[in-house]
């Protein structure tokens, strides 16, 4: 991964899920540097992937972060995935999540998480092809976009 330009591409991506989607829960668009700050951040202690298509453009990334704070937790982290928009359906998030679960696997992660705003059946589906088990549910949870929005939480023991 190439820092300073990939996260440009990636903030672009993420941005569109923060103006236009409930999948995230930011409301406010990143600047690159800031994306930049978290990437760094994330990827000196977890796995953080790109996929780039053949002529080099990032349609997609993927990654693991802490779950929470507290020390007893360390050997949880929650995934995220995604894709430029438009992309869905093509198999690339298949990969990522294959991909994300092979690294992953290489450290001292047991428990992952995944925190799907619901409706969203397409993550759904594809947390549960590998194996994630839905354990919780909060009903209206976040308000964005003048609604109120649940989530689902997901979990897979992979070490």
Known sequence: MNLKSDAAAICAI???????TIITFEETPLQTAEMEDRIQKISEKYPYLVWEDEAGEINGFAYINTWKERSAY????ELSIYLRHGFQGRGMGTKLMEELLKETRKIKIHSL?????IPNE?????HEKFGFKKVA????????????????YWELLIN
């Open 122 to 126: 397409k993550s759904v589906t594809l």
């Open 137 to 152: 549910y909060f009903t209206e949870i976040g308000y964005k976009f003048d609604k109120w929005i649940d989530v689902g």
């Open 74 to 77: 360390k050997y949880a982290a």
């Open 113 to 117: 998480i995944a925190g799907i705003t």
């Open 14 to 20: 993420y941005n569109y899920y923060i103006e236009n």
